[in-house]
């Protein structure tokens, strides 16, 4: 059973340019996290979605990012213009759709690092 | 949100337990707590999660006291692999539902010592 997948991995891009962060859950899973880590800091919660909804974006920056999780394919994180300042790893979870016992654990993938020059 | 205290830091000598101690002086009781782990750069890795009662698996062991305020997670035999930051996370549910965002706080460096 494959876990979380993200790729790229790894992504450069010029200032203003765009960046698109991908994201395939566990299978079964369709509660799809997305977490954003800065340089020497801890994982700050951005986006929460199922498929096709948008249930809690309260971390995402006003401007400039958005997330999507379509009926098919992966989640996609979208940062347009970037800025130096958005240079960070940035980690999908996701959890399954039937709620347990206090809820779903969440599983992370291995992370984008994006670097903006 | 739900805050937790870790110490910034700890030591562990290969082969012994390693007790990680997290404080909550708040969480009520529905919420839940759960530990991960940040290998250098790595997505975050699942550990163990409970509610009141002590809890065992694979990986570790989970100590809560009665009024659930002391979390202690437990590595029975601690391997230079499991150098790592550990979290402590009292999870956010939102209401209605059963799912939730987690709080990442900093978290404990644990370096196991040969």
């Known amino acids: 059973n494959a876990g979380v997948m993200q790729n790229p991995r790894h992504l450069v891009r010029r200032r203003g340019q765009e960046a698109r962060l991908r994201c395939s859950p566990m299978?079964?899973?369709?509660?799809v996290y997305w977490y954003r880590q800065l340089p020497e800091e801890g994982l700050k919660f951005m986006v929460y979605?199922?498929?096709?909804?948008?249930?809690?974006e309260s971390g995402m920056p006003k401007e400039r990012f958005s997330a999507e999780f379509p009926k098919e394919g992966p989640s996609i994180l979208r940062i347009q213009q970037v800025v130096r300042g958005d240079s960070a790893a940035y980690f999908c979870?996701?959890?399954?759709?039937?709620?347990?016992?206090?809820?779903?654990?969440?599983?992370f993938g291995p992370g984008t690092r994006l670097l903006v020059l | 949100d739900a805050k937790t205290t870790q110490p910034p830091s700890m030591d562990c000598a290969e082969g012994r337990a390693a007790n990680l101690p997290c404080n909550h002086s708040?969480?009520?009781?529905?919420?839940?707590v759960y530990w991960y782990r940040q290998i250098h750069s790595q997505g975050p890795q699942y550990i163990i999660h409970g509610l009141k009662n002590n809890e065992t698996n694979e990986m570790a062991s989970l100590i809560i006291t009665e009024d659930r305020k002391s979390i202690t997670l437990i590595l029975p035999h601690a391997t230079l692999r499991d150098t790592a930051v550990y979290y402590c996370?009292?999870?956010?549910?939102?209401?209605?539902?059963?799912?939730?965002?987690?709080?990442f706080g900093k978290g404990t460096l644990l370096t196991v010592n040969p």
């Open positions: 996370i009292v999870r956010v549910a939102y209401s209605g539902g059963s799912n939730y965002k987690l709080t």
């Open positions: 299978k079964g899973h369709s509660h």
């Open positions: 708040t969480i009520s009781g529905n919420e839940y």
């Open positions: 979605l199922q498929k096709e909804n948008i249930i809690d």
């Open positions: 979870a996701s959890s399954p759709p039937k709620p347990g016992q206090g809820g779903e654990t969440q599983y």
